[in-house]
């Protein structure tokens, strides 16, 4: 069964700082671009980064430009989010997901992030 | 970045009956549209991508039209398992962009 696992979602104060996992089965993972999603209060989606098939090329929404990093690890089957200098407008459950030519086709169920102190 | 705004943003219908939904582009995107359902604590699921492809499962019922500015969501057929909000995503430049969200509420 193809998946997606997240975990890594807590209660952290302003200005702190959270590591996002993403644990993929069921598919070659290395062979797929993948994407953090996250979610206000079950209403908007917003796109927050996206990294290509091997690692080498990376792509941000501009508000977390310089505070997020996004990365993988293909041996592991494992996609990375580190989340520094949190704001209160991080608060959102984050989804992982896998790439389908830019639209997504497989999502987890996604881990909360609240930020708050 | 690319602004999708989607309408209605919430509709009420019956069981049965043809429905639709429009997003539109703030510019052109190509066909580079998908359609995402969404139901309450739940991760959303791809419906359609590439404007009118339809996602491998999904039920004919549902099918994509448009290209450029304009797309329509059509559900042929609603069936109880239907109702639920559905997004837009565009996918022709970073950032990546969804609508706002059409709720389908059952009449």
């Known amino acids: 069964e193809v998946q997606l696992v997240e975990s890594g979602g807590d209660l952290v104060q302003p200005g702190g700082s959270l590591r996002l996992s993403c644990g993929a089965s069921?598919?070659?993972?290395?062979?797929?671009?993948m994407s953090w999603v996250r979610q206000v209060l079950g209403k908007d989606l917003e796109w927050v980064a996206s990294?290509?098939?091997?690692?080498?090329?990376?792509y941000y929404l501009d508000s977390v430009k310089g505070r997020f990093t996004i990365s993988r690890d293909n041996a592991k089957n494992s996609l990375f989010l580190q989340m520094n200098s949190l704001r209160a407008e991080d608060t959102a459950v984050y989804h992982c997901?896998?790439?389908?030519?830019?639209?997504?086709?497989?999502w987890g169920r996604g881990t909360a992030i609240t930020v708050s102190s | 970045a690319i602004r999708m705004t989607q309408s209605p943003s919430s509709f009420s219908a019956y069981t049965g009956d043809r429905v639709s939904i429009t997003c539109r582009a703030s510019?052109?995107?190509?066909?580079?549209l998908a359609w995402y359902q969404q139901k309450p604590g739940k991760a959303p699921e791809l419906l359609i991508y590439?404007?009118?492809r339809l996602q491998s499962g999904v039920p004919s019922r549902f099918s994509g039209s448009g290209s450029g500015t304009d797309f329509t969501l059509t559900i042929s057929s609603l069936q109880s398992e239907d109702f639920a909000t559905y997004y837009c995503?565009?996918?022709?430049?970073?950032?990546?962009?969804f609508g706002q969200g059409t709720k389908v509420e059952i009449k």
């Open positions: 997901a896998r790439d389908l030519y830019g639209s997504m086709d497989v």
């Open positions: 990294v290509m098939d091997n690692g080498s090329e990376k």
């Open positions: 510019q052109g995107i190509s066909d580079l």
């Open positions: 069921g598919f070659t993972f290395s062979n797929y671009g």
């Open positions: 590439s404007a009118y």
């Open positions: 995503q565009q996918y022709y430049s970073y950032p990546r962009t």
